[in-house]
Protein backbone atom coordinates (compact mmCIF):
# COMPACT_ATOMS: atom_id res chain seq x y z
CA UNK A 1 0.00 0.00 0.00
CA UNK A 2 2.04 3.16 -1.19
CA UNK A 3 -0.90 5.78 -0.82
CA UNK A 4 -2.44 6.48 2.32
CA UNK A 5 -6.27 6.55 0.17
CA UNK A 6 -6.13 2.86 -1.26
CA UNK A 7 -7.55 0.59 0.79
CA UNK A 8 -5.49 -1.90 2.76
CA UNK A 9 -5.35 -5.71 2.17
CA UNK A 10 -7.30 -7.98 4.32
CA UNK A 11 -4.34 -9.14 6.77
CA UNK A 12 -2.03 -5.67 6.72
CA UNK A 13 -0.15 -6.09 9.99
CA UNK A 14 -0.15 -3.61 12.08
CA UNK A 15 3.36 -2.32 12.00
CA UNK A 16 2.46 -1.77 8.25
CA UNK A 17 0.22 -0.01 9.06
CA UNK A 18 1.75 2.09 11.83
CA UNK A 19 4.49 2.99 8.92
CA UNK A 20 2.35 4.02 6.66
CA UNK A 21 0.47 6.61 9.26
CA UNK A 22 3.90 7.63 10.10
CA UNK A 23 5.46 8.79 6.78
CA UNK A 24 1.92 10.50 6.04
CA UNK A 25 2.37 12.22 8.95
CA UNK A 26 5.84 13.72 8.53
CA UNK A 27 4.91 14.35 4.83
CA UNK A 28 1.89 15.88 5.60
CA UNK A 29 1.10 18.00 8.39
CA UNK A 30 -2.37 18.78 8.06
CA UNK A 31 -2.80 15.09 8.41
CA UNK A 32 -0.52 14.43 11.51
CA UNK A 33 -2.55 17.24 13.23
CA UNK A 34 -6.11 15.49 12.07
CA UNK A 35 -4.60 12.25 13.12
CA UNK A 36 -3.58 13.69 16.82
CA UNK A 37 -6.55 15.56 16.98
CA UNK A 38 -9.53 12.48 15.80
CA UNK A 39 -7.34 9.60 16.13
CA UNK A 40 -10.37 7.03 15.55
CA UNK A 41 -12.08 8.63 12.71
CA UNK A 42 -8.66 9.27 10.61
CA UNK A 43 -7.97 5.75 11.15
CA UNK A 44 -11.24 4.54 10.25
CA UNK A 45 -11.43 7.00 7.02
CA UNK A 46 -7.70 5.57 6.13
CA UNK A 47 -8.74 2.17 6.50
CA UNK A 48 -12.70 2.48 5.17
CA UNK A 49 -13.96 1.35 8.26
CA UNK A 50 -15.96 2.54 10.97
CA UNK A 51 -14.82 1.68 14.56
CA UNK A 52 -17.56 0.45 16.90
CA UNK A 53 -18.31 3.08 19.45
CA UNK A 54 -16.23 1.12 22.45
CA UNK A 55 -13.16 0.98 20.45
CA UNK A 56 -10.46 3.03 21.14
CA UNK A 57 -7.79 4.20 18.89
CA UNK A 58 -5.08 6.59 20.57
CA UNK A 59 -2.55 8.85 18.64
CA UNK A 60 0.34 10.01 20.69
CA UNK A 61 3.68 12.07 19.15
CA UNK A 62 6.77 10.83 21.14
CA UNK A 63 9.01 13.49 22.24
CA UNK A 64 12.83 12.76 21.60
CA UNK A 65 13.09 12.62 25.39
CA UNK A 66 11.01 9.90 26.17
CA UNK A 67 10.17 6.28 25.02
CA UNK A 68 6.74 4.68 24.88
CA UNK A 69 6.08 1.06 25.14
CA UNK A 70 2.75 -0.78 24.68
CA UNK A 71 2.13 -4.16 26.53
CA UNK A 72 -1.13 -5.75 24.37
CA UNK A 73 -3.19 -7.62 26.56
CA UNK A 74 -1.94 -11.46 26.85
CA UNK A 75 -5.59 -12.72 24.71
CA UNK A 76 -4.29 -16.34 25.71
CA UNK A 77 -3.81 -16.20 29.30
CA UNK A 78 -7.47 -14.09 28.71
CA UNK A 79 -8.93 -16.67 26.43
CA UNK A 80 -10.24 -19.36 28.83
CA UNK A 81 -12.43 -17.00 30.63
CA UNK A 82 -12.83 -14.17 27.79
CA UNK A 83 -16.55 -13.82 27.06
CA UNK A 84 -18.15 -11.64 24.36
CA UNK A 85 -19.84 -8.41 24.49
CA UNK A 86 -23.45 -8.79 22.59
CA UNK A 87 -21.53 -5.83 20.45
CA UNK A 88 -18.48 -7.86 20.03
CA UNK A 89 -20.84 -11.09 18.82
CA UNK A 90 -23.46 -9.07 16.86
CA UNK A 91 -19.96 -7.56 15.24
CA UNK A 92 -18.85 -11.46 13.74
CA UNK A 93 -22.46 -13.24 13.69
CA UNK A 94 -21.80 -12.82 10.11
CA UNK A 95 -18.74 -12.52 9.22
CA UNK A 96 -16.49 -9.06 7.78
CA UNK A 97 -15.17 -7.99 4.36
CA UNK A 98 -11.72 -6.53 6.40
CA UNK A 99 -10.00 -7.77 9.72
CA UNK A 100 -8.18 -5.81 11.31
CA UNK A 101 -5.89 -8.65 12.29
CA UNK A 102 -4.03 -7.09 14.73
CA UNK A 103 -6.48 -6.13 17.32
CA UNK A 104 -8.67 -8.84 17.28
CA UNK A 105 -11.41 -6.43 15.81
CA UNK A 106 -13.82 -7.43 12.49
CA UNK A 107 -15.47 -4.62 11.26
CA UNK A 108 -17.39 -3.94 8.09
Not at 8 to 20: I, V
Not at 23 to 46: C, H, M, W
Not at 85 to 92: D, T, Y
Request: proline share 5%; glycine share 6%.
Amino acid sequence: MSEMNQQPSDGMSKHALERELIARAYKDTTFKQKLLSNPKATVGEILGVEFPEYYEVKVFEQPTNSLYLVIPQNIESNSANAELSEEELEAVAGGCSFKVLWSGLCVD
